[in-house]
């Protein structure tokens, strides 16, 4: 009895580390918030943080926090940094789903967010006018 189960946990085992090489695989998704949002600022060309999280209205110090893997940023800050970078569709997904975040279809809200990253529009005034138009007064994005 002993020796199947020994058994049956290294098989399991030695599944959960295929699985976990199968997906690790793909370097996009495996890389943290952090290291991926690095590449984006880099990519994009900014150079200082400063001038990245001044242009996305983020304090210094939730920057830091942010940066530094201690905190995970909140739907508000990542759709700031989304809207910062000009993040096409794609990047934006990543982004979110590395925070731990989606923008289902299910949500109205989501749906408006999602509608201005597809069409390009990258303005949170105006954003915030059409979640105004449609009763998110209260979730508007600063």
Same mark, same amino acid.
């Given at each position: 009895m002993v020796k199947r189960h020994l058994t049956f946990i290294i098989k399991v085992m030695e599944e959960l580390? &295929?699985?976990?090489?199968k997906h690790r695989k793909n370097e996009e998704k495996s890389k943290d918030f952090v290291l991926y949002l690095s590449e /984006?600022?880099?990519?994009?060309?900014?150079?200082? &943080?400063?001038?990245?999280? %001044?242009?996305? %209205?983020?304090?210094?110090?939730?920057?830091?926090a942010v940066m530094s893997?201690?905190?995970v940023?909140?739907?508000?800050?990542?759709?700031?940094?989304v809207f910062a970078l000009h993040? &096409? %569709?794609?990047?934006?997904?990543?982004? /979110?789903?590395?925070?731990?975040?989606?923008l289902a279809s299910s949500s109205e809200y989501a749906l408006i967010i999602r509608y201005c990253i597809e069409n390009k529009i990258y303005d949170l005034d105006? /954003? %915030?006018d059409y979640l105004t138009k449609y009763g998110?007064? &209260?979730? /508007?994005?600063y």
């Open positions: 580390k &295929d699985y976990i090489k /984006l600022l880099e990519k994009y060309g900014y150079k200082k &943080d400063s001038d990245f999280y %001044n242009k996305a %209205n983020i304090t210094r110090q939730s920057w830091s893997g201690k905190v940023p909140s739907l508000k800050t990542v759709i700031k940094i993040a &096409d %569709n794609h990047e934006c997904k990543y982004l /979110l789903k590395k925070a731990g975040y989606t105006v /954003l %915030n998110y007064e &209260d979730s /508007l994005i």
